[in-house]
């Protein structure tokens, strides 16, 4: 069975998540969150991603477990945030071309993880 990290491909992959920080980036939802460079959060992005889609475990290696609720709570992330992000990744994923049934799949396994995400109600 190809995973689908193996169906997107590195190059790819890695492509996806740097239009995808550089929406953030334009994004006054929630680019207000992040620090004024994304390199490092682009870096760690690579490395879960990556194995979040059955490559390699290349964040846990060097950061350990990933607990990312646990990492995203000194941020206030409501539906409202979790929108926006989605928004950006979804742009991000529909300027490559890739298989739409892969698309689909990651976006909604990224849509869930967002959601998860969410720790303030207003
Ligand atoms: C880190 C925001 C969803 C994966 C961060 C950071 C912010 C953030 C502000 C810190 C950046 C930094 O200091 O470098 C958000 C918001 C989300 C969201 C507003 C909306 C729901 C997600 C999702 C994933 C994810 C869905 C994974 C699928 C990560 C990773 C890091 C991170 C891997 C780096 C953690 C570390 O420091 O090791 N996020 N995020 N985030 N986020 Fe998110």
Redesign the pocket.
């Known amino acids: 069975m190809v995973t689908p990290y193996e169906a997107i491909g590195q190059d790819t992959l890695e492509a996806v998540i740097d239009r995808f920080y550089s929406y953030v980036e334009d994004d006054t939802r929630?680019n207000h969150?992040?620090?004024g460079d994304f390199t490092?959060?682009a870096r760690?992005?690579k490395q879960?991603?990556t194995q979040?889609l059955g490559g390699p475990s290349l964040?846990t290696a060097e950061?350990g477990h990933?607990m990312?609720r646990m990492?995203?709570l000194p941020?206030k992330?409501t539906t409202f945030?979790?929108d926006a992000?989605i928004d950006d990744m979804t742009r991000a994923l529909h300027d490559f071309d890739m298989d739409s049934e892969l698309r689909t799949f990651i976006l909604e396994r990224?849509k869930m993880?967002?959601t998860h995400?969410v720790n303030s109600e207003e």
Do not use: C, D, V
């Open positions: 929630i969150l992040f620090p490092e959060t760690k992005q879960f991603l979040f964040y950061h990933p990312l990492r995203h941020f992330i945030e979790r992000w990224l993880t967002a995400m």
